[in-house]
C-alpha cells in the first residue's frame, strides 16, 4: 500500500484531466483497470471536467472551414510503438500498445545479477521500461534526478514507502532514496515511466553505476 499519496493523486488527477504523457497515462489505465481503489475518485474528477466544461461559453471559431481542412489533412498521430496484439494475461489492454509482445517473448537483457529490463525507449518525452526481478533480490539502493512512476504486473515488493502489488503504483522522486526488495515467492514483473535519470546511492550500486548505461 503506497505512502505518497499527495503525488498519486496528482497523477490521477492529470489523467483525468488528459494532460499525462501517453507512458504515465497507459501506465495509470492500466492501474485502473487491474484495480478498484481509485476508478470512483478518477471518475468522480471526470465528470467534474465535464461540467465546468459544460459551463463554459461557446466561442464563435473564426475561419471554421479552413481549420476543419488543416484538421483533416494531417498525419494520424503516432502515440505509440505496438501494435497492442499482445494476449498475455499479466498485460493490462491500456499498456499493449506500448508492449505488444507476451512477456516472455520480450528481448529482456541483464541489468544486474537477477534483475532483467527491457527498454522501450523515449515516448513523448518519458522513458518507458519492464523491469523483471528475480524473488527475494534487492535492487541497488537508488535515488531519483526527477519522477520515477512504477506499476506492479507481477508479484510485488517493499520498499521504504510501503509494500506493493500487482495493481499498485509507487510514486519516487528526488526526495525518495529507497531500496526495492521483491517478495520472496514470485517474480516481481514492473512497468516503470521515468522522467529524468535514476541515481545510485549505495555501495553496491556504486559498484555497478558504470555498466548500467
Known amino acids: 500500500m503506497e505512502k505518497n499519496v499527495t503525488g498519486l493523486d496528482e497523477l490521477l488527477a492529470g ?26 475518485y478518477v471518475a468522480g474528477l471526470e465528470e467534474m471536467a465535464g461540467a465546468a466544461l459544460e459551463a463554459v461559453a461557446p466561442v464563435a471559431v473564426t475561419d471554421r472551414d479552413h481549420m476543419l481542412a488543416g484538421i483533416f489533412a494531417m498525419e494520424p498521430a503516432q502515440t505509440s ?6 494476449t498475455d494475461p499479466r498485460l493490462p489492454g491500456s499498456l499493449r500498445e506500448i508492449v505488444d509482445k507476451p512477456l516472455d517473448a520480450l528481448p529482456w537483457k541483464t541489468l544486474l545479477p537477477g534483475v532483467k529490463e527491457c527498454k522501450f525507449g523515449e515516448i513523448d518525452g518519458c522513458s518507458a521500461s519492464l523491469l523483471w526481478v528475480r524473488a527475494g533480490r534487492a535492487m541497488p539502493a537508488h535515488t531519483h ?14 520498499d521504504v514507502e510501503g509494500h506493493f ?4 503504483i509507487a510514486f519516487a ?20 515511466v521515468t ?8 555501495p553496491i ?8 548505461r
Open 173 to 192: 522522486n528526488d526526495d525518495i532514496d529507497h531500496k526495492p526488495i521483491a517478495d520472496e515467492d514470485e517474480d516481481c514483473i514492473c512497468f516503470a
Open 81 to 86: 510503438r505496438g501494435t497492442g496484439t499482445s
Open 145 to 158: 534526478e526527477g519522477t520515477e512512476l512504477t506499476l506492479v504486473l507481477q508479484g510485488g515488493f517493499k
Open 15 to 40: 489523467f483525468a484531466a488528459g494532460t499525462l504523457a501517453a507512458p504515465a497515462r497507459a501506465l495509470v489505465g492500466a492501474h485502473l483497470e487491474l484495480s478498484g481503489r481509485n476508478r470512483s
Open 205 to 212: 550500486g556504486r559498484f555497478f553505476a558504470p555498466f548500467m
Open 165 to 168: 502489488v500487482r495493481g499498485d
Open 195 to 202: 522522467e529524468g535519470s535514476l541515481r545510485l546511492t549505495g
